[in-house]
């Protein structure tokens, strides 16, 4: 245990059941044919827990880049070792929800360009990928790079991270357009370069997750071990603006179009809209990232809890990924007949926060249980949950 880092287990974890927190908001300001938010009690308790939760999926990609990044051994025996670990599950589950969910015909279509958007969770592996693609191509790079040269691409790609708001504001409320499954892509304000003939804009290779891709990296080459003092009085202030920013965020976004009146509602693409501030590359959900990276290195627990509990859900933390939604779904569902929805509910106001709190806890204890015990089968096991 001496050569494992603990603490990115604990993170791995929280990150898991900060993902199911996400999704368990989902329906209360996701419903009817698209954006639905019944009272102003729910905007504020889905805007609580979402932002609470935001930045999980960034924390997976600082927690695969410290591990990974750079890679020391082949990139052929690399891609290898992910495909194993990462692209085979991903397709058993595929499959899954393809068969399970929807038209499984027209499902297995669509497989050919896209994931099914009915699972659209799944959308965080091919991002994933993406990256490991780019790691053996950066590794030589990042073996010898110094610290102020890091430092350097970190602030460029946190630049990044402020283009969503310079959009928002330059260019106002963006129109939203859509594919034809309905799902909403806003159009971009151009910025720097870009143009309707060219999307490669200036800041276009510094977007996206390759930011917290560096930032694993900088923390495993220059960061050592922080005091308590010191990782607060610089973790929790990054956290709480960034906090701020996403909490406010939404909920003006929802005033907004509320003027007061609720429910409020809209079309798929209005939710968008709403999220401006929960995207995961901007500099609200980047500066929350830090802080919980900062926070989570103090973890170094790997007593008898660690060892029985968490670390076998950390190692099967993919594989609860992957097929908690069929399980959140039915459990959400579930929860909202018994208990209601809305102003007539079975406990008023806390009805909402209840069923976000139960619909996570109890899909993280059965989906983990599940792994667990899944990636325990000679063989097979790794197959299905990594």
């Not at 694993?216 to 973790?235: C, D, E, H, I, P």
């Not at 950390?314 to 579930?334: E, F, N, P, R, T």
């Not at 208990?339 to 509910?345: E, F, K, M, R, V």
């Amino acid at each position: 245990m001496r050569k494992r880092e603990v603490w990115i287990d604990w993170m791995r974890v929280m990150a898991c059941l900060m993902v199911l927190t996400v999704h368990s908001t989902e329906p209360f300001y996701l419903g009817g044919e698209g954006s639905l938010i019944l009272t102003a009690a729910d905007a504020r308790w889905v805007s609580l827990f979402d932002t609470f939760a935001r930045a999980c999926v960034p924390l997976f990609v600082v927690a695969s880049s410290y591990l990974q990044f750079p890679i020391h051994y082949s990139t052929g025996e690399f891609l290898r070792r992910r495909a194993l670990r990462v692209v085979v599950p991903f397709v058993v589950w595929t499959l899954v929800y393809a068969l399970v969910w929807g038209e499984p015909v027209e499902n297995l279509q669509s497989l050919l360009l896209n994931f099914n958007y009915a699972a659209g969770h799944l959308w965080f592996v091919y991002m994933l990928v993406g990256l490991y693609l780019l790691m053996p191509l950066l590794s030589p790079w990042a073996e010898r790079v110094k610290k102020r040269e890091l430092q350097f691409y970190l602030a460029l790609c946190f630049l990044a991270t402020l283009l969503p708001f310079v959009r928002a504001w330059a260019g106002g409320e963006p129109p939203v357009m859509y594919g034809p499954t309905g799902i909403p892509n806003p159009a971009h304000y151009p910025l720097w370069g870009e143009a309707s003939w060219n999307a490669y804009g200036l800041f276009y290779y510094f977007c996206g997750f390759l930011g917290y891709m560096l930032l694993g990296l900088y923390l495993r080459r220059f960061v050592g071990q922080w005091s308590w003092r010191r990782t607060l009085s610089v973790a929790l202030p990054m956290w709480l603006v960034g906090f701020a920013i996403c909490f406010f965020g939404f909920l003006w976004a929802v005033d907004a179009d509320a003027q007061g009146v609720f429910p409020v509602e809209g079309p798929t693409g209005l939710a968008a809209v709403w999220e401006t501030t929960w995207i995961n590359d901007t500099a609200s959900v980047a500066l929350m990232t830090v802080g919980w990276v900062l926070l989570f290195r103090k973890f170094t627990a790997s007593g008898r809890f660690f060892q029985r509990i968490l670390l076998p859900v950390s190692k099967a933390s993919y594989g609860v990924y992957l097929c908690h939604m069929l399980l959140l779904a039915l459990i959400s569902g579930w929860l909202r007949s018994s208990l209601g929805i809305g102003t007539s509910a079975a406990l008023g106001i806390w009805t909402t926060p209840i069923q976000i709190l139960a619909t996570a806890l109890i899909t993280f204890s059965l989906a983990s249980l599940f792994c667990v015990l899944v990636q325990r089968i000679p063989r097979l096991g790794k197959w299905i949950v990594g």
